[in-house]
């Protein structure tokens, strides 16, 4: 027991290397005191709030490089879903008390209410020192023996080839009103934030999709342009998906980011592969080849788009870290996509202009089709 | 964008003196900015008027200019050497407007220089509050409400307009020079019109207050493509109010959501879009409302600032090598991060860690200031800190600042806090001071809540809440025992930042113990990494700090390895010198072969630059600290006698085996004074009488023996912290009790058993004479200078002028000096530096002390005589003989030439104006100038320009002096009627000048008497110069009434005969000869005076 009358309950995370690291449980308690998912690392500032509650987490457990995290605690405004979706939170220390004019809850009773399990007192440079070096891999974490999170954490699943699309996505469409524009978007929901849907409502009017919605029902509620979302995981398995955005091609102008991009690229043929470690963080610099400028990005993925291996789309954005795909924009058809996240939430605000871009992409075809 | 071709030579501006605002933070960018210029192939020259920088190392710059930072000089230095470019962004705000005044003067379109960096518009748009204001409203930014005011009519007039409490805020200055809060109509009269002096253009922003709102700040960079970054959010831990040199700040931010940091950062780049900072990095202030989230922007500096060397130094990421790169026409992409060498610098550093910087202030040199923290700064340096958590990187910050404190409190000072009640508690920490920090955990430990807390100070509460983390876990650590911590127990508590030495305090044992009992419960401190990622990519840097954490990513290397102790945070009496000595050791011992580790908290400073060493450790500088890493690096040798008192506190402490150069028994000798003494009676060389004292008693024993007056003096003390000269028996009292007071509460140069109060007779009139010299394991010397002081001993040799060569010397008494100082190195064994101090009267040489330790004249003699003593001394520390190092060549001949160089010491008393400005036995500058020229008057001359002393050329001079200095004066005051000037005086001066010969204009009143008294004279811009020398403690009433309005109306103020003589002479050879600079360069190779300049 502490003086301020809260238990320390010691815990362990466990990678599927066998890796021990010491801390203490924090959040919701795991059936058995033990927790599994792919252990990342992210390496934001500011934004845990955003970061937990973004969809593409599934089956993940996020550690954060960020020692302090829970400081200005939780607000009904910074949700980028309608619950957290990831598997588990690993942070250095967890703030005992919040302090923000906008908090209405602490990160604690968050991790609670929806059941997420974590783990504080982490030396977590030591684990993301260690995930940088062997990869992103399966771990286990909580209150159980040594023993019993070893078992857990070398049975753990990865995210390679499964679905993780199906476990976050709309059960149904439904409708997000314009808040400016008068366009119709279709927006396919693999894990969709709200901040996207806040931009988008921009443009027009979004309708947000199950994404399992077949082409053909897309382009019947009349779209000015179609949005492939972000979402978790590897796109591989995600061939239905892909052969849906093979046929909107073409027919109205497309736009995806993160694992919207990966399928898009996807559709047209090219191939994706998984980092070593993935980039999660809101400090990477990407160069826009078209004006030379670089945008200060935030980026959530593990898989990547191979270089060159979509002929029928130009390289637009590359990460100037390690020169991987950061955009790509089609020759023959209205479509392009970004991998990082123009929409920031978290993350700097560099690369909004894209959204506008959208917009140009539809104001263009239209005036095409209707010609 | 490449570099461009089109320029060839940059001139850049140093900061010049060490000043309250403005310390070696731009020693560490312009040294940087010299070194990136070069490598891309441009000639550089360098103006800066300190001799203690590594800038102005002849090695540097292609031409280093150690002249006056004055128009009239930079014209001078421009119509020379013809630059291409004057950069202005990296010396700090004097570089700043200085390149203004040459815009403004047309020198720089005269001679076709280009402002790189910031442009003219820029730089008026944003140190201009009014255009700045209007600026930021005009793309749509949030500014308090507010009006500009040029007179006290004008001032009301806003006051009318946006009501009370107001911030004055004065247009061009450093550091918020005349800012001030008014909450009052009075306090605004008073305010307003202190603010108006204060601007360079009479210009003031009355603002309305924010008090109390959080304060952060962004430390941003922007390149000639319009990519823009930050590079690190701070967030000060104190709220708006106080100035944030004067405040503990943090980063990276801890409260801010990101919504809210995604918007200020948007802010801060539309304003650097806005003022038009083309390229470099800026540092934009903002404030929030902590009820509302309401951001405003308070203020931006468009060139590389105190922050922005904290952030480097907190990131890893080198703003002003970037800055300096800018420049000249790269862009952040073109440019790769040195840390992780694989990705470029258009990034954002992300920081895994929680860096803490701690002011230093130095109120209890300055007599009768309030020690209240407000908008106008006045600490003379700072500390930093690097840990996991906020209260690691808290508790490292505290016991970094080298003034007793172990921590947060659980140490013996926070007996003080103990003694006062509940209310009385409450009641100091509602107002800000350097104790405030210690204050809050006492009132938290006393069951205060943190919202109680948070009201009376408006500390955020998520800072306070993790204070009393450390409250709560010395609670229970109190409870228990080292045994019945445990293993997790001892890291949570290591973890919270409590030092071994807190731990021994609350457990009432010896911090050995401790270490014994923490070891045996397996816990040891783990070396972690800084490098701009969070780890996110493999980086070989070699920065690192403490942490209690699983893993040490620290690997020994097998090369022989030196550790250099640094000197710590600038205070006054050990500032920049030492750490140019330690650089310098560094520079040579990686020269020589050896790994160099440096380990210092001072984060201003160009030896914690990772570029300098080949480790760096950012650590507190205590026992325990530094033993760590000692555990951790086995080094070889530890260089402890570089870096002024902090390591040579250490020598005794570490094992002997390990220090380099000098025993640490020599370096006890030299201080033991019975030892000492014994040593110079055997050696038959003069000491002035004297003896040692624990109490009163025992002083007064020693006075009946030797006789008033008595120089009394703490030993283990640097700047001559608490030294007294005592004229009478009540003044003996009052010094001994003042020192005592400190030993109990562990301050710096405290009174105990076993370090007793020098009481030495005190020679009056004497000359004081500095020597620094290098002694070598075979016997063989090398003296480095013999320097004269212009003040006559009982000035500290610290704000001392001092003179190469000896310009009133002897030869034999020269011969005399340095051959006691062979036989004293001798006798003493000493293995690199020895500094002695001799006073000289009637041609009689005394010796007052030895210290076998680097001094603060060091870069100075260095500077002045072209010999790299540092580098040498280091060397001969690690075994090198001076015969091999000549060989070698680095240790080369004294240049022979005709030139003189003067040493000034930088006051700081308009930041203290309740302080008396008089010069005396404790040192009181902040830093120091060096004038060079041919002749020593110019020199002198030059020396006072560089230190801010406008002397005039003509008009009255003002004469006070006590009776002993009567004579001395008589001949400055001649000097001063030969130049033209005309002499009021005090009736008794006057008299004596009279009674000579002397024409005396008018005799002034005393105050309180009939008549116009000398302030109302200096008020009402009558008098140009004040000469008043003090009449000791007793009757100083008067003349520190006159001193004070000299010094507030900014008036040249002379406080010793001798420096009024200097200026007498410097005067005359200024008027005589035509202004010449010539840079160091030259001055190394030798310049003779040709028959055009003879000496009057």
């Known amino acids: 027991m502490t003086d301020d009358g809260r238990e320390i309950a010691e815990a362990l995370l466990v990678l599927a290397d066998g890796t021990v690291f010491e801390g203490e449980a924090i959040g919701a308690s795991p059936p058995g005191g033990v927790q599994t998912g792919e252990v990342v690392f992210n390496t934001v500032l500011s934004g845990y709030q955003e970061v937990i509650t973004d969809p593409s987490y599934a089956g993940q457990v996020i550690a954060f490089t960020c020692p302090h995290i829970g400081n200005y605690g939780v607000n009904p405004d910074d949700y980028e879903s309608r619950r957290p979706f990831c598997r588990g939170v690993v942070v250095r220390d967890l703030a005992r008390r919040r302090s923000s004019w906008r908090a209405t809850g602490d990160l604690d009773g968050l991790l609670r209410e929806h059941g997420i399990p974590g783990i504080g007192g982490i030396d977590t440079r030591r684990l993301t020192r260690h995930l940088r070096d062997l990869g992103a891999m399966p771990g286990a974490f909580g209150t159980a023996d040594e023993a019993t999170l070893r078992a857990a954490a070398a049975g753990a699943a990865g995210t390679d080839g499964i679905d993780l699309v199906a476990t976050v996505t709309c059960d149904e469409a439904h409708t997000v009103p314009s808040t400016g524009g008068g366009r119709r978007i279709v927006a396919y929901d693999f894990g969709i934030k709200s901040t996207i849907l806040r931009h988008l409502s921009g443009l027009g009017e979004v309708t947000v999709v199950p994404a399992t919605m077949p082409a053909d029902d897309v382009l019947a509620l009349g779209p000015d342009g179609v949005f492939l979302s972000n979402g978790p995981g590897d796109p591989e398995p995600l061939t239905g998906i892909r052969d849906q955005i093979t046929d909107l091609l073409g027919r109205v102008p497309v736009f995806g980011i993160c694992l919207g991009h990966q399928l898009l690229a996807g559709a047209l043929g090219a191939e994706t592969f998984k980092l070593p470690f993935g980039h999660h963080g809101g400090n990477h610099p990407v160069r826009n080849l078209a004006t030379g400028s670089v945008e200060i990005t935030s980026q959530n993925h593990n898989y990547c788009v191979t270089e060159g291996s979509s002929p029928s789309a130009d390289l637009t954005h590359v990460n100037l870290n390690d020169g991987t795909v950061e955009g790509l924009r089609c020759r023959d058809v209205p479509a392009f996509s970004v991998q990082y996240h123009p929409e920031a939430g978290p993350g700097p605000h560099d690369s909004r202009y894209l959204f506008a871009e959208f917009e140009d992409l539809m104001a263009a075809f239209k005036g095409k089709v209707h010609a | 964008m490449p570099r461009r071709d089109d320029i060839g030579s940059i001139l850049l501006i140093g900061s010049g003196p060490i000043v309250i605002g403005q310390a070696c933070e731009f020693d560490y960018s312009g040294t940087q900015a010299c070194r990136v210029l070069r490598e891309e192939g441009y000639r550089v020259i360098l103006a800066n008027s300190n001799p203690a920088t590594i800038m102005t190392d002849p090695d540097f710059a292609d031409a280093t200019y150690v002249e006056p930072l004055r128009l009239d000089v930079l014209t001078r230095i421009i119509d020379k050497e013809r630059p291409d470019a004057l950069l202005p962004t990296l010396g700090g705000q004097t570089a700043l407007n200085l390149a203004m005044e040459l815009v403004e003067a047309g020198v720089l379109d005269e001679y076709g220089v280009e402002l790189i960096g910031a442009d003219a518009e820029a730089i008026a748009t944003a140190e201009d509050r009014e255009r700045f204001k209007a600026a930021m409203l005009e793309i749509g930014l949030d500014v308090p409400a507010s009006g500009i005011a040029h007179d006290m009519d004008e001032a009301r007039q806003v006051v009318e307009r946006i009501g009370l409490p107001v911030v004055i805020r004065p247009a061009y200055i450093l550091g918020g020079r005349g800012t001030g809060i008014a909450a009052t109509p009075e306090e605004f009269e008073r305010v307003a019109a202190h603010g108006l002096d204060a601007s360079r253009i009479h210009e003031i922003l009355v603002e309305r207050s924010i008090a109390g709102w959080k304060e952060f700040e962004l430390e941003v960079m922007r390149d000639r493509a319009d990519n823009c970054v930050v590079i690190c959010s701070i967030e000060n831990l104190d709220p708006m109010g106080i100035h944030t040199g004067d405040s503990i700040t943090v980063a990276p931010a801890q409260t801010l959501t990101d919504l809210e940091y995604q918007q200020m950062r948007d802010a801060a780049f539309a304003c650097l879009r806005r003022v038009g900072v083309e390229t470099g990095g800026s540092n934009v202030q903002f404030a929030v409302d902590p009820a509302t989230g309401q951001q405003v922007i308070i203020e931006m500096n468009p060139r590389v600032s105190r922050s922005s060397a904290l952030a480097s130094k907190a990131t890893g990421f080198p703003i002003a090598k970037i800055a300096a790169r800018l ?12 840390i992780t060498e694989e990705t470029p610098a258009a990034f954002e550093p992300t920081i895994d860690y929680v860096v803490t910087k701690v002011p230093r202030w130095a109120f209890e040199k300055f007599t009768g200031t309030s020690g209240v923290l407000g908008t106008s700064m006045q600490s003379v340096g700072e500390v930093m800190a690097i840990g996991r958590t906020f209260p690691e990187s808290l508790q490292k910050g505290l016991r970094s600042l080298e003034n007793g404190r172990l921590g947060l409190n659980a140490d013996p000072a926070e007996a003080a806090l103990d003694e006062m009640d509940d209310d009385a508690l409450a009641a100091a920490a509602a107002i800000a001071t350097p104790e405030r920090i210690f204050q809050v955990e006492a009132l938290l430990r006393r069951g205060h809540t943190v919202d109680q807390v948070h009201g009376a100070t408006a500390i955020d509460p998520w800072f306070l809440d993790q204070m009393l983390a450390i409250t709560e876990e010395r609670r229970a650590i109190e409870a228990t025992t080292p045994d019945g911590l445990g293993r997790l127990g001892w890291r949570r508590a290591k973890r919270l930042g409590f030092s071994d030495a807190q731990l021994a305090h609350l457990w009432g044992i010896d911090p050995s113990q401790v270490r014994d009992r923490r070891e045996a419960a397996g816990v040891f401190p783990t070396y972690k990494t800084v490098d701009t990622c969070g780890a996110e990519f493999a980086a070989e840097t070699p920065y690192h700090y403490s942490a209690w954490e699983e893993e040490d990513e620290v690997r020994p290397s097998d090369r022989p390895k030196v550790m250099i102790l640094g000197s710590g945070p600038n205070r006054i009496g050990q500032g920049i010198e030492f750490d140019y000595c330690c650089v ?27 570029d300098t060493s080949d480790r760096l450790y950012f650590e507190p500088l205590t026992f325990e600290d530094v033993t760590n890493i000692i555990a951790a690096e086995q080094p070889m040798a530890v260089v402890v006698s570089l870096g002024g008192q902090t390591p040579l506190k250490l020598a005794g402490l570490l094992p002997e085996a390990l220090i380099a150069g000098t025993s640490p028994r020599s370096i006890d000798l030299a201080e033991d004074r019975e030892q000492w003494n014994l040593l110079c009676a055997k050696l038959e060389i003069p000491q002035p009488p004297g003896g040692t004292a624990v109490d009163l008693q025992q002083a007064r024993v020693v006075v009946a023996d030797v006789g008033y007056p008595v120089l009394v003096r703490p030993s283990y003390v640097l700047g001559g912290r608490a030294m007294e000269i005592v004229y009478d028996d009540s003044q003996l009292e009052w010094a001994m009790s003042e020192l005592s007071g400190f030993g109990s509460l562990g301050i710096e140069g405290g009174l105990s058993a076993e370090r007793p109060v020098l009481v030495d007779r005190f020679l009056e009139d004497a000359t004081e004479v500095d020597v620094d010299a290098i002694r070598d394991a075979d016997g063989d010397l090398v003296i480095g200078a013999v320097m004269e002081h212009v003040e006559e001993a009982g000035v500290h040799s610290g704000d001392s002028a001092c003179v190469i060569p000896p310009p009133h010397l002897p030869d034999e008494v020269v011969a005399t000096i340095e051959e006691h100082t062979r036989r004293i190195a001798e006798a003493l064994d000493v293995r690199g530096f020895i500094n002695v101090q001799y006073a000289v009267k009637a041609d009689e040489v005394y010796v007052i002390e030895a210290n076998p330790r680097a001094s603060r004249t060091v870069p100075f003699v260095a500077k002045a005589t072209g010999v790299p003593l540092a580098k040498v001394a280091s060397r001969v520390m690690l075994g090198a003989t001076l015969a091999e190092l000549r060989t070698e060549g680095l240790l080369v ?37 060096m004038g060079i020229d041919l002749t020593p008057g110019l020199a002198f001359y030059k020396s006072q320009i560089s230190a801010g002393t406008d002397l005039p050329d003509s008009g009255t001079v003002f004469f006070s002096l006590a009776d002993r200095d009567k004579r001395a004066g008589l001949e400055a005051a001649r000097g001063f009627t030969d130049l033209g000037l005309s002499i009021v005086a005090t009736s008794g001066t006057a008299a004596h000048l009279r009674y000579n010969g002397l024409p005396v204009a008018d005799v002034v009143a005393k105050l309180g008497e009939d008549g116009t008294d000398a302030i ?81």
């Open chain 2, 327 to 338: 420049a000249v026409g790269y862009t952040l992409d073109e440019i790769p991060n040195d």
């Open chain 2, 584 to 610: 310098h050791a560094s520079f040579a011992l990686g020269d020589a072969g050896y790994e160099t580790i440096m380990v210092n908290c001072n984060p201003e400073t160009v030896s914690t630059d990772y």
């Open chain 2, 893 to 929: 001949d004294r240049v022979v030439g005709d030139h003189v160089a003067v040493k000034e010491a930088v006051m700081p008393f308009n930041r203290f104006p309740e302080a008396d400005p008089v010069l005396g036995p404790e040192m009181r500058s902040t830093g120091e100038v």
């Open chain 2, 1016 to 1096: 109302e004279l200096i008020r009402s811009g009558a008098i140009q110069m004040v000469v008043n020398s003090p009449r000791g403690r007793g009757s100083r009433a008067d003349g520190e009434h006159i001193r004070a309005a000299a010094s507030a109306e900014g008036i040249p103020l002379l406080t010793t005969t001798a420096a009024a003589l200097a200026a007498a002479r410097g005067l005359t050879d200024w008027r005589h000869f035509p202004l010449e600079v010539r840079t160091l360069q030259a001055y190394h190779r030798g310049i003779t005076r040709g028959p055009e300049v003879s000496v009057p």
